[in-house]
T-cell receptor, first 108, second 114 residues
Framework: GQNIDQPTEMTATEGAIVQINCTYQ??????LFWYQQHAGEAPTFLSY????GLEEKGRFSSFLSRSKGYSYLLLKELQMKDSASYLC?????????FGKGTRLHILP | SAVISQKPSRDICQRGTSLTIQCQVD?????MFWYRQQPGQSLTLIAT?????????ESGFVIDKFPISRPNLTFSTLTVSNMSPEDSSIYLC???????????FGSGTRLTVV
């Protein structure tokens, strides 16, 4: 079966760091994606990991451990505009499967 | 990354009618994907549309309810047929970005069925 788990909601403070975890069990694996989705908008691509390790892109970093079926998205120097849902998604042979998303609230 | 033009952006429809959603991509792509996102939920894949062949539907979705056209490599339509209030959702199309930037999404169609 296909299963992707991530926390439903998280809260963090402006300027702080937050880590959003994702675990997955899927038949087939071609990479792990993170997307950001603001309310009422389409998802936008943040990162893609296919090999184990950390990928850094500005304030955002994404980590993958294929043996553990685990990834996290790390957001540094949080800004109010980072308030959004963050979707973990796994690429399989012919499609990508999305987790239910983590709604991140940023407090001033 | 690819640019997708999706329309309509929103619509309010009567129960029992049908709505066709269009997606136009600025480059040729082999596969186009159609998703549904119900309120407060994540994205659920409806079907994969390949040019020149029948769409591949996911479990729980059938062609009679969600017919798909894919006349060429840059265009696809999804029709939501015989709508009921349970079909109220956001519908999104998506394509794979060849530069490894993941999958790009259209801006979505917010459908309300009354």
């Amino acid at each position: 079966g296909q299963n992707i788990d991530q926390p439903t909601e998280m809260t963090a403070t402006e300027g702080a760091i937050v880590q959003i975890n994702c675990t997955y069990q899927t038949s087939g694996f071609n990479g792990l994606f993170w997307y950001q989705q603001h309310a009422g908008e389409a998802p936008t691509f943040l990162s893609y990991n296919v090999l184990d390790g950390l990928e850094e892109k500005g304030r955002f970093s994404s980590f993958l451990s294929r043996s553990k079926g685990y990834s996290y998205l790390l957001l540094k120097e949080l800004q109010m505009k980072d308030s959004a849902s963050y979707l973990c998604a796994v690429g399989t042979d012919d499609k990508i499967i999305f987790g239910k998303g983590t709604r991140l609230h940023i407090l001033p | 990354s690819a640019v997708i033009s999706q329309k309509p952006s929103r619509d309010i429809c009567q129960r029992g009618t049908s709505l066709t959603i269009q997606c136009q991509v600025d480059s040729q792509v082999t596969m186009m994907f159609w998703y549904r996102q119900q309120p407060g939920q994540s994205l659920t894949l409806i079907a994969t549309a390949n040019q020149g062949s029948e769409a591949t539907y996911e479990s729980g979705f059938v062609i009679d309810k969600f017919p798909i056209s894919r006349p060429n490599l840059t265009f696809s339509t999804l029709t939501v047929s015989n709508m009921s209030p349970e079909d109220s959702s956001i519908y999104l199309c998506s394509v794979e970005d060849r530069r490894g930037e993941g999958y790009t999404f259209g801006s979505g169609t917010r459908l309300t069925v009354v």
